[in-house]
Nanobody, 124 residues
Framework: QVQLVESGGGLVQAGGSLRLSCAAS????????WGWFRQAPGKEREFVAG????????NYADSVKGRFTISRDNDKNTVYLQMNTLKPEDTAVYYC?????????????????WGQGTQVTVSS
């Protein structure tokens, strides 16, 4: 089993930055692909960003392109989400997810493991 723990959330003013981390423990593998998702109150969970197991390929939701950057450190079994120029509409609980079959796309149901989430609140 794999456990994922997110950290780095908090309250920030619009235009500010936050860096989320997601650390994996347990039966981890550097070949996992990763994704970040978010869910705002009253809304469905949505894809934010994904990264391949090598780190050489990434994809992003249109709403965060140019502002968010996903990265990974396989030595630390950790994935990051650098969030810049934050907007109030970025307010949500952010979740990381890992997939053992190299998937890092938008379909959340394809991921094998999920973290518990970290709250990000952006004030206007």
């Amino acid at each position: 089993q794999v456990q994922l723990v997110e950290s780095g959330g908090g309250l920030v003013q619009a235009g500010g930055s936050l860096r989320l981390s997601c650390a994996a423990s347990g039966r981890t593998s550097s070949s996992y692909a990763w994704g970040w998702f978010r869910q705002a109150p009253g809304k469905e969970r949505e894809f934010v960003a994904g990264i391949s197991w090598t780190g050489g390929s990434t994809n992003y939701a249109d709403s965060v392109k140019g502002r968010f950057t996903i990265s990974r450190d396989n030595d630390k079994n950790t994935v990051y989400l650098q969030m810049n120029t934050l907007k109030p509409e970025d307010t949500a609980v952010y979740y990381c997810a890992a997939d053992a079959d190299y998937y890092y796309g938008m379909s959340g149901y394809k991921y094998d493991y999920w973290g518990q989430g970290t709250q990000v609140t952006v004030s206007s």
